[in-house]
């Protein structure tokens, strides 16, 4: 899901003058190789998990990060309030998930 996030931030900026935002080009591919790279570490990862656990957990965490952001957004720009709000539990349950599949598998918060 990271890949396609990343690859829309790169047109983002074009969906911003429509509804009459003005933003930075830049950031917006500063954001999209960000994700679109992350999201390719996250393919990595999943080749040996347990290797590579650390990575999972840091997008869990941007993630958590990434909902504090989404409602702060919704109070600032209303306008995206319908896409933030999709967002907010897209996030939580995601990593809610992988959470729980981490620690089914014994990967994290093993019991010796």
């Known amino acids: 899901m990271e890949i396609i996030i990343g690859l829309l931030f790169f047109v983002l900026d074009i969906f911003f003058e429509h509804i009459g935002l003005d933003n930075i080009p830049v950031f917006t ?3 999209g190789t960000f994700i679109l790279c992350y999201g390719i570490l996250l393919i990595y990862s999943a080749r ?6 650390f990575i999972p957990l840091v997008n ?6 990434m909902i504090i952001f989404s409602l702060i957004g919704i109070i600032e720009y209303p306008e ?3 896409i933030l709000l999709f967002a ?3 996030d939580l349950l995601w990593s809610l998930f992988v959470i729980i599949v981490l620690k ?3 990967i994290i918060l093993k019991k010796d």
């Open 60 to 65: 869990i965490l941007a993630r958590i990060i």
């Open 48 to 53: 040996d998990v347990e290797k590579f656990v």
């Open 80 to 82: 995206f309030s319908f």
């Open 104 to 106: 089914k598998e014994r």
């Open 29 to 31: 591919q500063m954001a």
């Open 88 to 90: 907010i539990p897209y």
